[in-house]
């Protein structure tokens, strides 16, 4: 079984890596390959799936995770 990560991208897609199975709310499956990039402007023509506007229509964020400490 290989590892799932996640990784925000500052100003861009949520990145999902490793292989994962994504439903809609009806519970039919969209086919994905190992990398899936989420649209995070939701400005995207492939919503849920990133297409690249986040780098023409301004989409600014960068969340960063809480330290502990």
């Known amino acids: 079984m290989s590892d799932v ?3 925000i991208r500052d100003n861009g897609p ?28 939701g400005q995207s023509t492939k919503k849920p799936f990133c297409d690249g506007t986040h780098k023409v229509c301004g989409f600014e964020s960068a969340p960063r995770a ?3 400490g």
């Open 14 to 41: 949520i990145i999902i890596r490793g292989g994962v199975t994504i439903t809609d709310a009806t519970g039919h499956t969209y086919e994905t390959k190992d990398t899936v990039f989420f649209c995070r402007c």
């Open 5 to 7: 990560t996640v990784e």
């Open 66 to 68: 809480e330290v502990a």
